[in-house]
């Protein structure tokens, strides 16, 4: 089923022992537009503090209560590695995340152990040498959506599929329609993505979308 990633955002996170965070963010591949992290705030009110859990802790989302359900005590959780959604995970991150996690992160040998090797009691510093591919979604909001014509409009927010965590489609809301309309545009007409540009280009044409 589809659904608007935004409706995910503040939902509760709900560990093996009680309620832990709330949802602030998504980490995606960009090549296949595929979720593999959701990042929760574990701070409080005076200071916020964002980790990662990897999608195959976490139970499919309760819509009605707005929460999730993850495999996880709060202690793991809380010892989970930290993220700065605000530039793309470093490549010493995503090794902290794979030893963290074990087989539950997406690119894993799946002969690691899985949550019995998680420690309790390890914490991981966030460094800044850059991963290419895995991108904070929020990251993304407002980026120029241009097809091989011209301009389509601005990127609002995605449409993912729940079942298989896959981004389908961008959400974007178009440059010469009337006032707030939007346009569902498949992820796979994505051409390129211009990061320091903050421009997504598509293969097809406006009449195309």
């Known amino acids: 089923m589809l659904h608007d990633l935004k409706a995910l955002t503040g939902s509760s996170v709900i560990a093996t022992d009680g309620e832990i965070g709330i949802v602030r963010n998504f980490l995606f591949d960009d090549i296949s537009w595929t979720i593999h992290y959701v990042v929760v705030d ?104 241009w097809a091989t014509d011209g301009e389509m409009g601005r990127l609002e927010g995605f449409i993912l599929d729940e079942a298989s965590w896959h981004i389908g489609y961008l959400d974007v809301k178009a440059t010469d329609w009337p006032l707030d309309s939007s346009v569902p545009i498949p992820t796979s007409w994505i051409k390129s993505v211009f990061w320091d540009d903050h421009r997504v280009t598509l293969h097809h044409t406006r009449t195309g979308a």
């Not at 005076?46 to 819509?63: E, G, Q, S, T, Y």
């Not at 707005?66 to 709060?74: D, N, V």
């Open 42 to 145: 574990v701070g409080n009110w005076l200071k916020r503090r964002d980790v990662v859990l990897p999608i195959a802790a976490i139970d499919p989302p309760d819509w009605a209560q707005k929460a999730f359900h993850i495999h996880l005590t709060k202690e793991q959780v809380s010892n989970s590695p930290d993220v700065d959604t605000e530039k793309p995970v470093s490549r010493q991150q995503e090794i902290a995340m794979r030893e963290y996690f074990g087989s539950m992160a997406y690119w894993v040998n799946s002969q690691l152990g899985g949550l019995s090797l998680i420690p309790t009691g390890m914490k991981y510093p966030l460094h800044t040498k850059e991963d290419p591919n895995l991108r904070s979604a929020w990251g993304l909001l407002n980026y120029e959506v």
